[in-house]
Structure formats: C-alpha cells, structure tokens
C-alpha cells in the first residue's frame, strides 16, 4: 500500500487567517484528492488535484476557498483560506492504489478554528 | 452528481450476531462501490469493495452484495467482535475516480 503522510497533523487558528495542509505520497501518483470531514460526518470530495493542470472542485468549493497545488506526481498542497469556524474539519488527502480503483488516504490533518 | 444514501446511521448487535449496513447509489454510471472502516481518531481503511461486473464478494466474516438494478449494496459482518465497532462508510465511484461517500454507519458491538 501506499505511504502517505501529511502536514500538520492538526493545528488551532485564528478566523480570518490561512492554512497550507501538506500531503506527501511515496509513489508517483496521477490523481490526488483532497476531503472534508466535518466533526461526526461522513467525507465529501473537495477537488480532484491532477499534476500539470488546474484542480477540479465539487460543487460547493470553490478555488478562491481551497487553492491547490500539485508540482509534481508525489505531493500535494491544500489551502484553507480565510478561516472561519464553520471551516473545522479533519482534511485527507487520497490516492489510488496503482492499476486499481481503490483509494489509499493519508492520516488527516484536524484544524479546529476559533 | 452521485448520490449516496447510507443505512442505519448507528447500528448495535450483540457479540456473535450479524450486522447489515445498506447503500444506495443514483448514478447507474457508477461501477465501483468500496467500504471503509474508520476508528475513532484514524483515517478510513478499506475493509472490502466490489465491482459492478459482481454480484457478491466475501472476505472471511465480511461480505458485499451488489443489486445494480436496484441501485443498492450492502455490508454483512457475520460473528461480529467488539472490534468490529467503527463507523463504516460506502461508496461508489465511477472507474476509480472520485469517490462519492454515504452518511455512515456507527456500529457498535456489545460484548
């Protein structure tokens, strides 16, 4: 299976401020994706993070909120910006299993907003 | 969009007896439809998942079936242990790509 790290594990801000989660893969990856999970809910897909092009949001994210960027096959990087409490969340990133239709996800980064 | 509906949200058994999560999909496109273990704290790990081309999968105590007419699949855990307790959650997706993930289901295993 793939190893997948990210940064920070968690993190307390301020409202109004920003923060960059990191996700590390340690295999070439085409298509990453970053989630939402809200306190006791289920994961909603953010954005789909392909290496040389624009992030692909679901509808309810928009870039301005969650930019993303994807420099090369193995890393990742999800911002939240302009933070507000409505925003604290475990994110995951995940993978694919190479030459499969499983995903693999990294251990989630816990921000808390106040 | 897909959309994935997930029953029941929370789910008690008794030690030994047999536990049934049930999905529904909307999007007849979707032809991959995994399950996910999460615990307390941890990430999802995949515990099972099926293809659309398959009527049922099994895995020791754990099983998957797929009616793709109806649209609906669903968990069975036989035995069940208290370490079984988790939130499981379904989903489908379309060859891979995104996944689209049911509410989830809070099981709790009484000893």
């Known amino acids: 299976s793939a190893v997948i790290s990210q940064k920070p594990s968690r993190d307390i801000c301020q409202r109004g401020t920003s923060l960059t989660i990191q996700c590390q893969v340690d295999?070439?990856?085409?298509?990453m994706f970053w989630y939402r999970q809200q306190p006791g809910q289920s994961l909603t897909l953010i954005a789909t993070a392909n290496q040389g092009s624009e992030a692909t949001y679901e509808s309810g994210f928009v870039i301005d909120k969650f930019p993303i960027s994807r420099p090369n096959l193995t890393f990742s990087t999800l911002t939240v910006s302009n933070m507000s409490p409505e925003d604290s969340s475990i994110y995951l990133c995940s993978v694919p299993k190479q030459g499969t239709e499983t995903q693999y996800f990294g251990p989630g980064t816990r921000l808390l907003v106040l | 969009g897909e959309n994935v509906e997930q029953h029941p949200s929370t789910l008690s058994v008794q030690e030994g007896d047999s536990a049934v999560i049930k999905c529904t999909y909307s999007?007849?496109?979707?032809?991959?439809f995994p399950w996910y273990k999460q615990e307390l704290g941890k990430r999802p790990q995949l515990i099972i998942d099926i293809r659309s081309n398959v009527g049922e999968k099994k895995d020791q105590r754990i099983a998957v079936t797929l009616n793709k007419t109806a649209k609906h699949f669903s968990l069975h855990i036989t035995e069940t242990q208290p370490e079984d307790s988790a939130v499981y959650f379904c989903a489908a997706s379309f060859t891979g790509n995104q996944f689209y993930f049911g509410t989830g289901t809070s099981l709790t295993v009484i000893p």
């Open positions: 999007d007849s496109a979707s032809n991959y």
């Open positions: 295999s070439q990856v085409t298509m």
